[in-house]
C-alpha cells in the first residue's frame, strides 16, 4: 500500500542520514567540540534539554542509529545522573517500541508467509515464551538491539507489554551507562586520553560493572535456546 512505501522510505532516509551523520567519527567530534556549550545551554534551559534529548533518543532508538552508547554516556555528563537517567530509560523504550511496530507494519506479513514450517514453529514457541524471551535478551546488552525490536515485530505481544518489560529490563544496564558517563570528568578530557584526569574511583567502579553486567546475566538466565528446542521438537512431532 502506499502508506507501507512511504513508511519505508522515511525509514530508509533516516537510517541513512544517521549512517552519514555517525560516519567518521561526526557525531562524537561534535559533540567534543561543543561540550563546554552544551553542558552550559542545558544547564540554562534544563527542560529544554531535557525534552530535546528525550527527541534525539527516541530516533536514535527507534532507527537504530549507531550512537546510542556515547550519546547516553555524553547525556549522562551533560545532563546529569537522575534527568540523564530519566531521559535515556524512557528514550530507549519508546524509541524500541516504534521500531517494533514499524517492523510488524513493514515485515510481519511478508516475513510470515516465506518462513514455512519451521519458521512456523519458531514463531509458535514466541507466542508461548514471548515475554520471558524479550525480558531475557533486554537484559543483555551484547544482544543487538535491533535485532530484538525486528524479532518482535514478528510476534504478536501487545504493544504496552513490550514496553513495560523493555523498560524494566533495559533499566539495569542504562543505570550503568549513564552512571559511567555521569563520573567523566569532561568529554574533552575522554578524547584527550587524559587517564589521570579520567580514572576516578566512581568511573572506574562504573567501567568494572559495565564489562561484569552481561556475565552476570549469563550466569543468572543461562539458557535463551529452550524456545527454539520446543519449536523443533513441535516440527519433529508434526
Known amino acids: 500500500s502506499a502508506l507501507r512505501w512511504s513508511l519505508l522510505l522515511v525509514v530508509v532516509a533516516v537510517v541513512a542520514g544517521g549512517a552519514w551523520a555517525t560516519g567518521g567519527g561526526r557525531v562524537a567530534t561534535w559533540m567534543i567540540?561543543?561540550?563546554?556549550?552544551?553542558?552550559?545551554?542545558?544547564?540554562?534551559?534544563?527542560?529544554?534539554?531535557?525534552?530535546?534529548?528525550?527527541?534525539?533518543?527516541?530516533?536514535?532508538?527507534?532507527?537504530?542509529?549507531?550512537?546510542?552508547?556515547?550519546?547516553?554516556?555524553?547525556?549522562?555528563?551533560?545532563?546529569?545522573?537522575?534527568?540523564?537517567?530519566?531521559?535515556?530509560?524512557?528514550?530507549?523504550?519508546?524509541?524500541a517500541t516504534l521500531a517494533m511496530v514499524v517492523s510488524r507494519t513493514l515485515l510481519r506479513e511478508s516475513v510470515v508467509k516465506r518462513l514455512g514450517?519451521?519458521?512456523?514453529?519458531?514463531?509458535?514457541g514466541l507466542e508461548r515464551n514471548g515475554t520471558f524471551y524479550l525480558f531475557t535478551l533486554r537484559m543483555m546488552p551484547q544482544v543487538p538491539f535491533v535485532l530484538v525490536n525486528l524479532g518482535m515485530g514478528l510476534s504478536s505481544i501487545r504493544v504496552w507489554t513490550f514496553f513495560w518489560i523493555s523498560q524494566?529490563?533495559?533499566?539495569?544496564?542504562?543505570?550503568?551507562?549513564?552512571?559511567?558517563?555521569?563520573?567523566?570528568?569532561?568529554?574533552?578530557?575522554?578524547?584527550?586520553?587524559?587517564?589521570?584526569?579520567?580514572?576516578?574511583?566512581?568511573?572506574?567502579?562504573?567501567?568494572?560493572?559495565?564489562?561484569?553486567?552481561?556475565l552476570a546475566v549469563r550466569l543468572c538466565w543461562p539458557g535463551t535456546g529452550d524456545g527454539e528446542s520446543a519449536a523443533n521438537s513441535e516440527e519433529t512431532s508434526s
Open 33 to 95: 567540540q561543543q561540550a563546554d556549550w552544551l553542558e552550559k545551554w542545558a544547564g540554562q534551559h534544563a527542560m529544554l534539554a531535557g525534552l530535546a534529548a528525550l527527541g534525539a533518543y527516541v530516533v536514535v532508538a527507534g532507527f537504530s542509529v549507531p550512537v546510542a552508547t556515547l550519546l547516553s554516556l555524553a547525556l549522562g555528563r551533560i545532563l546529569g545522573f537522575w534527568p540523564a537517567l530519566a531521559v535515556v530509560s524512557f528514550g530507549s523504550t519508546i524509541g
Open 117 to 124: 514450517p519451521k519458521g512456523q514453529a519458531l514463531l509458535r
Open 168 to 214: 524494566l529490563g533495559m533499566l539495569p544496564a542504562t543505570v550503568l551507562y549513564v552512571f559511567t558517563g555521569s563520573q567523566l570528568p569532561s568529554l574533552a578530557a575522554v578524547a584527550s586520553g587524559d587517564a589521570g584526569e579520567i580514572l576516578t574511583w566512581p568511573l572506574m567502579s562504573g567501567l568494572v560493572l559495565l564489562g561484569l553486567f552481561p
